[in-house]
């Protein structure tokens, strides 16, 4: 049961264009939302987050945003860079654990 | 802080055989997790650990696996016996606890079952 669903596997970009990466959740008890960027052979690195409490949370070319009546997140990058490529995680947790749950990501490439 | 540290980073084992993945995490987080890598399911948390004590083993897909955490510096994956479906990168993350912290992650160790 995929509580955290990351529904594109890939996606492809020209330089300079947005990117958008979309997430969607089941569990109504989760309250807090990251995104993880992975390079290949490298582990995941955290890259922005959001409270339910919040709907939108911008960290310079990133911006997340929250839609909670939908169960559904997305990552904007603008403008997306070619260094931008790599496998995007979505991740959600409740305010009640620690235990974070992944989505099984987006290969993003952008492509000059 | 070096970050998660994680050994070995590659492991190539014969069917049967006995895996131990190991895990040192940063130092003062209280929350340490293992994570396994496949095409599949993306990242799938196997087991977490709050203050040394299993908190959740209820991704830990067979009785084959096994992990411990005997401080807060150390713990390991166990895979016993080892067979190819297994075969995945697996990564330790550590956190300082609470709902709205991130968890850093190690490098990860490449585990091949042949």
């Known amino acids: 049961d995929q509580q955290v669903k990351q529904n594109s596997p890939s996606l492809s970009v020209q330089e300079g264009r947005i990117s958008i990466l979309n997430c969607d959740y089941t569990?109504?008890?989760?309250?807090?939302f990251l995104w993880y960027k992975k390079y290949p052979a490298e582990g995941p690195t955290f890259l922005i987050s959001i409270s339910s409490i919040k709907d939108k949370n911008e960290d310079g070319r990133f911006t997340v945003f929250l839609n909670k009546s939908a169960k559904h997140l997305s990552l904007h990058i603008v403008p997306s860079q070619p260094g931008d490529s790599a496998v995007y995680f979505c991740?959600?947790?409740?305010?009640?654990?620690?235990?974070?749950?992944f989505g099984t990501g987006t290969r993003l490439q952008v492509f000059p | 802080d070096a970050g998660v540290i994680q050994s070995p980073r590659h492991e190539v084992t014969e069917m049967g055989q006995e895996v131990t993945l190991r895990c040192k995490p940063i130092?003062?987080?209280?929350?340490l997790f293992w994570y396994r890598q496949t095409m599949m399911r993306g990242l799938e948390l196997l087991i977490y650990f709050n203050n040394n004590v299993p908190i959740d083993d209820s991704g830990m897909p067979e009785d084959r696996f096994s992990a411990k955490m005997p401080n807060a510096s150390f713990s390991t994956l166990k895979i016993q016996p080892s067979e190819p479906r297994d075969s995945a990168v697996y990564f330790c993350a550590s956190s300082w606890g609470g709902a709205d912290t991130e968890a850093f992650f190690g490098q990860g160790t490449r585990l091949t079952v042949v």
């Open positions: 569990n109504s008890m989760f309250d807090y």
């Open positions: 991740a959600a947790s409740s305010y009640n654990t620690d235990k974070l749950i």
């Open positions: 130092s003062g987080h209280n929350s």
